[in-house]
């Protein structure tokens, strides 16, 4: 498969190669440290949402927990602009790794599961806590398995990628030879 030579483009921006090569705090590192504290605001409340729906702290009431939506759609921004400059560093190591698809992919369908356990549960006015339940369990254990997988994809990319970051052609000959090597 041909690498997109746009990647070697963006890995070549004073942006992508700042973040990669700065001895500054505010580089790769931090940027990584803000990514998972936005994972924290989001998939945190998420998960006390989730649980609390699938029966787990039954003495908790689910209405007060709607106010868990701003601290989730902060998660959330927070995530995607640190992971858009992640993305930017490294964009050769994300974006040729189908795992990184497959974490998009969990990603969407959680943030869906979100909107409509919103919309389902704290939208109808006329709904108890057993009614939330009944109406928001299933949305509620697709969410966290979901954001479980996306967790589990996003901790896979540090060990799963092919390319760093985009090849010359000493080095992509020299991982053409050690594939060649690991298959003897």
Known sequence: MA???????????????????????????????????????????????????LGVAPDLPI???????????????????????????????????????????????????????KKRIFDDSSLNDEGMMIKGRTLAMWSFVCWIGAMVAGRFLAYTFKYLVYPDDASAKLGQFLDFISRL
Request: some cysteine; charged content about 10%; proline content about 6%.
């Open 3 to 53: 690498i997109p030579l746009c990647l070697r483009t963006i890995e070549e921006t004073s942006l992508s190669m700042w973040i990669r090569d700065t001895p500054s705090l505010f580089g790769y590192w931090f940027i990584l440290t803000i990514h998972a504290l936005g994972m924290t605001l989001l998939v945190g409340a998420t998960a006390v949402l989730d649980l609390r729906l």
């Open 63 to 117: 209405t007060p927990l709607k106010k868990l939506y701003p601290m989730m759609w902060t998660g959330f921004w927070v995530q995607v602009i640190s992971g858009l400059l992640l993305i930017i560093a490294f964009p050769t190591k994300a974006l040729t790794n189908p795992v990184f698809y497959a974490k998009l992919g969990l990603i969407a369908f959680a943030m869906v599961m979100m909107a409509r356990l």
